[in-house]
């Protein structure tokens, strides 16, 4: 940026001047296609974008470059969004001050892309406002996003259940090569323990690193399940075979990256118990990309809610656990503009 930004003003001294304001859904990381590049493209991802958890990021000129956010951990993450910011700048030069204001953000390290959309709603918001004709996979390269899973941009883009085949050798993000709504009736139950966090960063490269190739063998089984029996699933509704083949896809995918996260296929033992439970009755479950948030999947919010009470009933529920049931996303990130404080 062009000076360093500060926090935000008191009120007193508060403009109201016109902004973008754009809030980008969290999404579910399903479980990656073959992650060792067996047939030479590494990586590809099953995704879903969900409702209720969201970044909101607000952005306005302003007369000198200041930031804000509200709750703790918004506030946290407000130094990597000046920073994306900073970058945007530098690629653009379009260098007048603004006022960066995070609303709120995804809950990080948690399995619901919170890096990716942060991102990609300060990236977006800064198009916006500067009338800049950026892709969104333009964003997304500027600001080192989607190395390894497509599914967070294309999800920023138009929500659904996503495929992707991987990133490019040259560094282009992977491409979508599938898009489908789950029907409307479907619910997922999330898992979130907040005592512990999932891999990210170096990490996370370490982690994939150390591990030994996923066999091609498990490649060519997670795809066939994909491919006959998630989308099939998906498409018309089967939610017996969707859910059959999300477990058995978490439970490859998963069991390659267990030595990474204590040996289970869950980084949390407590998020690992309840899903376990709700398996038993019926759901989809599994965990979002390094956790630990589980989820669970039902064929309706009713049997959501009756496996729920099943589960707390026979004590499976700890009580450090938070629990939320959401909707799948058909669409992608919001953007509209209107009179912000800065």
């Known amino acids: 940026m062009s000076s360093s930004p500060t926090l935000s003003r008191p009120a007193a001294d508060a403009e109201v001047r016109q902004g973008v304001v754009v809030r980008a859904p969290g999404r579910l990381h399903l479980g990656f296609l073959d992650p060792s590049g067996t047939l030479g493209r590494p990586f590809g991802s099953l995704g879903l974008v969900i ?23 918004a506030r946290a993450e407000l130094a990597r969004a000046q920073a ?30 919170s890096g990716t959309q942060l991102a990609l709603a300060v990236g977006r918001a800064f198009a916006r406002l500067h009338g800049l004709n950026l892709a969104t996979a333009e964003i997304a390269r500027l ?15 138009q929500g659904g259940l996503l495929v992707d085949g991987g990133p490019g050798a040259d560094g282009r993000p992977a ?33 994939i690193a150390e591990l030994p190739p996923f066999a091609q063998a498990s490649a060519a089984a997670v795809c066939h399940e994909v491919l006959m029996r998630v989308l099939p699933g998906a498409a018309s509704g089967d939610f017996a075979g969707f859910a059959a083949g999300i477990q058995r896809v978490q439970q490859l995918v998963g069991g390659h990256f267990a030595p990474a996260q204590g040996g289970g296929l869950y980084a949390s033992p ?49 009580p450090v656990l938070q629990i939320h049931t959401v909707a799948p996303r058909h669409r992608g990130a919001t953007v509209s503009e209107r009179a912000l404080a800065v």
């Not at 910011?85 to 892309?113: D, I």
């Not at 009736?185 to 979130?192: D, K, N, S």
């Open 51 to 73: 409702e209720g958890f969201e970044t909101v990021v607000e952005l306005a000129r302003a007369d000198t470059p200041h930031g804000s956010a509200d709750g703790g951990a």
């Open 84 to 113: 994306h910011l900073a970058t945007l700048q530098r690629a653009t030069g379009q260098t007048a001050p603004l006022h960066l204001h995070l609303a709120r953000v995804l809950p990080a390290h948690a399995g619901f892309g």
């Open 143 to 157: 600001l080192g996003r989607g190395q390894r899973s497509g599914v967070g941009i294309a999800g920023f883009d």
């Open 175 to 207: 491409p979508l090569l599938a898009r489908l709504e789950l029907p409307a009736a479907w619910r997922v139950i999330l898992v979130l323990d907040p005592n512990h966090q999932g891999l990210s960063g170096d990490g996370e490269r370490a982690a």
């Open 270 to 318: 407590a998020v690992a118990r309840l899903c376990e439970a709700l398996a038993g009755r019926g759901a989809a479950t599994g965990q979002s990309s390094w956790g630990p948030t589980g989820f669970a999947i039902f064929a309706s919010a009713r049997e959501a809610e009756a496996a729920l009470q099943a589960v707390r009933a026979a004590g499976a529920v700890d």
